[in-house]
């Protein structure tokens, strides 16, 4: 296999351990697509719904935005073709700018919760962690809450991604 296609091949397994083997051994997430743009294995996992195996590109230098986040081949133009509520998230986390107007298919919260996460916790430089200044926040997952009043967390919420 030429180089490649071993990453193409990983992408399209879905195994983020094959995709991870063939990263550790050297091959670049930059590969070209049929178009001659950089990004096809990024794209693919996109369009697939490979949202770890998205991440782990990422992380290793795969490139979130394109020249236009519209373009069909883009890595957000893909995961939304997909519609994959999930790869949308990690785009985003990881400092995806989503065009004016654009329906990427997330609820109002969903996307601000994943622009407050790419500020807070600077993962489009490739971090991960947050800084020693910044306010440890916990992501909880309700399914339901008979009786409880959530205003109060929404607003809380709100009030600090207008913060920043």
């Not at 030429?2 to 397994?13: E, F, I, K, Y």
């Not at 083997?21 to 070209?32: C, M």
């Amino acid at each position: 296999m030429t180089p490649s296609s071993d990453l193409v091949q990983a992408v399209r397994t879905g195994q983020l351990s094959n995709v991870i083997a063939v990263l550790n051994a050297g091959k670049d997430t930059l590969l070209n697509d049929a178009a001659g743009e950089p990004g096809l294995p990024l794209a693919m996992a996109c369009f697939l719904g490979y949202a770890e195996i998205a991440r782990e590109l990422i992380l290793r230098g795969a490139t979130v935005n394109a020249k236009d986040n519209q373009l069909p081949m883009s890595p957000l133009a893909m995961a939304v073709r997909g519609a994959r509520r999930e790869v949308v998230k990690v785009l985003i986390e990881h400092g995806a700018v989503v065009p004016e107007g654009m329906d990427v298919g997330l609820t109002e919260n969903e996307m601000m919760l994943a622009k407050w996460k790419a500020r807070s916790f600077n993962t489009s430089t490739g971090s991960d962690s947050p800084t020693e200044s910044q306010l440890d926040i916990e992501e909880i997952q309700v399914k339901s809450c008979y009786g409880t009043d959530t205003d109060l967390l929404d607003a809380e919420m709100r009030r600090a991604a207008s913060d920043t």
